[in-house]
């Protein structure tokens, strides 16, 4: 069944929780892109969006839309 709900396209559905979790849990950055659009039976929303070694996601392009997210990743610090 398809989803043509506008209302749950606002775009603030967060990256899943494990898509957190893991970056935390390595310490490293991630980006993530999954498929976004529409089949005959179901919608898609897509996510692009760069978390970083805490779990935060830093940059994320709107769902339903596409779009290239470019962003620059800070150099890992060096041990002195």
Sequence with gaps: M?????A????SRPASPDARHQPAKHGVWVAIAAQAGATINEDVPGIAALIDPHGTIVSRLPDWRPGCLIVDIPDAPRDA
């Design 2 to 6: 398809q989803n043509r709900n506008p």
């Design 8 to 11: 749950s396209r606002g775009g």
